[in-house]
């Protein structure tokens, strides 16, 4: 009786791979998210695939489903290798993508991800806060913060992509696209197919210029965790640091090294810190903070030059006013840059720097998409496309996207730009900052508290309520939202 059961395993299996070789050949248009590709079966044909075997060998279920999940798996190995679903990039959009596929059952053994990085996706807005905190401060480390802990989800940590049966392969940056086949190429020779493939490669960080002493030893560029690492270890010994940059990298790394009793000096070319969304009074307001706490400024000021010692490394920053200030390291934080050029040489529209997509985040090729920073989609709020730099458009436009890429969801995404950031965080600090804005800084301002510590700033246009500003903002930000997303008049 065993042998027999055994043999009639034996039939059905050589069945099912005669079949699915079948349809691997045939090429099979499967229609998935305005995809047709050819690359792999769906889950829907297989099923019709099995409930034909199954009939015909007078079988009254279906196997079961981890003995089809073996099945799939065997036959992605032998197959070319072909995965149903890959995503190209490892970061905080990768992360909730793959918890959106597992949601939706559409994770095992049809999902892949390609990162560059060595370690599973990560929530990255800690790399510039709680993870410089020093050391006797209680600094984030992983696998505290994988993916999702940071919008209240379950840690993400390697083992979980396993358990869930997906495919994570490390250290592989991918450098080609190849539409017409649909094959990714990578940086040590491999190819890797798809099905439907998701681009999610975020940014570079901006970097100053070789020439001018960009890349010298104890200059700090800050994109991963690797990153972060090496300016942990440089903060260590350090006396004196000086940041190059008064955005939110800018900021967030000078309140850390005052928690580190660090030296520190900020420059940058415009007038005030936080140009691009603070108001000048608001501005000077959080100068001042700064200032309390040991850090300085130097405004309007334009770097000349980098110089290193007689070992190489960086001793000074030279202005083009002709100061020189000398430091122990350098912290570089003058923005970011998306990272799109091998997928626009393989023809891909692009748009502000970024891959053009449309409200489901399909780009101009079909079967492709694109989300988080990389992506410049319809800002349907303001009518104009745009990229959003940030983990809350990431998280949300990861979960939009597959949805709609499973046919889950057909209505266009509808954002409202969101940007926080949380400053002296650290155990012992006397005022722990937490800023939150939605919305567009246009219009005029309207400026609300005393800064001890609430703080509000509205900007209004037209009698339209177009961006608010708070600062230790509780519940009320909701209401903020609300009437930000209604448009109402004040």
């Given at each position: 009786?065993?042998?027999?059961?055994?043999?009639?395993?034996?039939?059905?299996?050589?069945?099912?791979?005669?079949?699915?070789?079948?349809?691997?050949?045939?090429?099979?248009?499967?229609?998935?998210?305005?995809?047709?590709?050819?690359?792999?079966?769906?889950?829907?044909?297989?099923?019709?695939?099995?409930?034909?075997?199954?009939?015909?060998?007078?079988?009254?279920?279906?196997?079961?489903?981890?003995?089809?999940?073996?099945?799939?798996?065997?036959?992605?190995?032998?197959?070319?290798?072909?995965?149903?679903?890959?995503?190209?990039?490892?970061?905080?959009?990768?992360?909730?993508?793959?918890?959106?596929?597992?949601?939706?059952?559409?994770?095992?053994?049809?999902?892949?991800?390609?990162?560059?990085?060595?370690?599973?996706?990560?929530?990255?807005?800690?790399?510039?806060?709680?993870?410089?905190?020093?050391?006797?401060?209680?600094?984030?480390?992983?696998?505290?913060?994988?993916?999702?802990?940071?919008?209240?989800?379950?840690?993400?940590?390697?083992?979980?992509?396993?358990?869930?049966?997906?495919?994570?392969?490390?250290?592989?940056?991918?450098?080609?696209?190849?539409?017409?086949?649909?094959?990714?190429?990578?940086?040590?020779?491999?190819?890797?197919?798809?099905?439907?493939?998701?681009?999610?490669?975020?940014?570079?960080?901006?970097?100053?210029?070789?020439?001018?002493?960009?890349?010298?030893?104890?200059?700090?560029?800050?994109?991963?965790?690797?990153?972060?690492?090496?300016?942990?270890?440089?903060?260590?010994?350090?006396?004196?640091?000086?940041?190059?940059?008064?955005?939110?990298?800018?900021?967030?790394?000078?309140?850390?090294?005052?928690?580190?009793?660090?030296?520190?000096?900020?420059?940058?070319?415009?007038?005030?810190?936080?140009?691009?969304?603070?108001?000048?009074?608001?501005?000077?307001?959080?100068?001042?903070?700064?200032?309390?706490?040991?850090?300085?400024?130097?405004?309007?000021?334009?770097?000349?030059?980098?110089?290193?010692?007689?070992?190489?490394?960086?001793?000074?920053?030279?202005?083009?006013?002709?100061?020189?200030?000398?430091?122990?390291?350098?912290?570089?934080?003058?923005?970011?840059?998306?990272?799109?050029?091998?997928?626009?040489?393989?023809?891909?529209?692009?748009?502000?720097?970024?891959?053009?997509?449309?409200?489901?985040?399909?780009?101009?090729?079909?079967?492709?998409?694109?989300?988080?920073?990389?992506?410049?989609?319809?800002?349907?709020?303001?009518?104009?496309?745009?990229?959003?730099?940030?983990?809350?458009?990431?998280?949300?436009?990861?979960?939009?996207?597959?949805?709609a890429l499973l046919n889950i969801r057909t209505d266009p995404y509808d954002y409202l730009p969101y940007f926080y950031s949380r400053v002296f965080e650290y155990e012992g600090s006397s005022r722990k900052v937490w800023w939150q804005f939605y919305g567009d800084n246009v219009g005029e301002t309207i400026e609300v508290g005393d800064f001890s510590?609430?703080?509000?700033?509205?900007?209004?246009?037209?009698?339209?309520?177009?961006?608010?500003?708070?600062?230790?903002?509780?519940?009320?930000?909701?209401?903020?939202?609300?009437?930000?997303?209604?448009?109402?008049?004040?």
């Amino acid at each position: 009786m065993i042998r027999g059961q055994h043999l009639e395993s034996q039939r059905l299996k050589k069945k099912l791979r005669m079949a699915m070789t079948s349809i691997s050949q045939g090429c099979l248009g499967l229609k998935r998210g305005g995809s047709m590709c050819c690359t792999e079966p769906s889950t829907f044909v297989m099923r019709d695939v099995f409930r034909s075997l199954a009939s015909q060998l007078h079988l009254n279920r279906l196997p079961s489903r981890s003995w089809r999940r073996a099945t799939l798996i065997t036959c992605a190995t032998f197959a070319n290798e072909n995965r149903e679903f890959v995503i190209v990039g490892g970061g905080n959009a990768a992360g909730y993508a793959a918890r959106t596929f597992v949601e939706n059952g559409m994770a095992d053994g049809k999902l892949c991800i390609v990162s560059k990085e060595s370690v599973a996706p990560y929530e990255r807005p800690a790399l510039t806060k709680a993870y410089l905190s020093p050391l006797d401060k209680k600094p984030a480390r992983l696998p505290g913060f994988h993916t999702c802990v940071g919008s209240g989800g379950e840690r993400q940590t390697p083992e979980w992509y396993k358990d869930k049966g997906i495919e994570v392969i490390y250290g592989t940056t991918v450098t080609g696209l190849d539409i017409s086949t649909q094959t990714l190429a990578t940086a040590s020779g491999s190819r890797l197919k798809y099905g439907s493939l998701i681009i999610a490669t975020g940014c570079s960080a901006s970097r100053l210029p070789d020439k001018i002493g960009g890349s010298l030893p104890g200059v700090h560029y800050i994109r991963d965790v690797a990153d972060a690492d090496l300016l942990v270890s440089s903060m260590q010994s350090a006396k004196k640091l000086v940041i190059i940059g008064g955005g939110y990298i800018g900021m967030e790394v000078a309140a850390a090294a005052a928690g580190w009793k660090i030296d520190t000096t900020v420059i940058f070319p415009e007038e005030h810190v936080m140009a691009r969304l603070f108001p000048a009074t608001l501005g000077r307001k959080y100068e001042e903070l700064y200032e309390e706490n040991g850090v300085k400024f130097f405004k309007s000021a334009f770097v000349k030059r980098l110089v290193a010692g007689t070992d190489g490394r960086v001793t000074a920053v030279q202005l083009e006013n002709g100061s020189t200030l000398d430091t122990d390291m350098v912290v570089v934080g003058i923005g970011a840059k998306p990272v799109s050029t091998p997928f626009a040489e393989a023809g891909l529209k692009t748009h502000a720097g970024g891959i053009q997509v449309d409200g489901q985040f399909r780009t101009s090729s079909p079967g492709i998409f694109s989300i988080g920073d990389v992506a410049a989609f319809p800002l349907k709020i303001y009518g104009r496309t745009a990229r959003v730099e940030h983990v809350d458009h990431a998280r949300k436009s990861a979960q939009h996207c597959v949805n709609a890429l499973l046919n889950i969801r057909t209505d266009p995404y509808d954002y409202l730009p969101y940007f926080y950031s949380r400053v002296f965080e650290y155990e012992g600090s006397s005022r722990k900052v937490w800023w939150q804005f939605y919305g567009d800084n246009v219009g005029e301002t309207i400026e609300v508290g005393d800064f001890s510590p609430k703080y509000a700033t509205f900007w209004l246009e037209s009698g339209k309520l177009k961006g608010v500003f708070l600062e230790s903002g509780s519940s009320e930000y909701k209401d903020c939202y609300m009437f930000q997303k209604t448009r109402n008049r004040i």
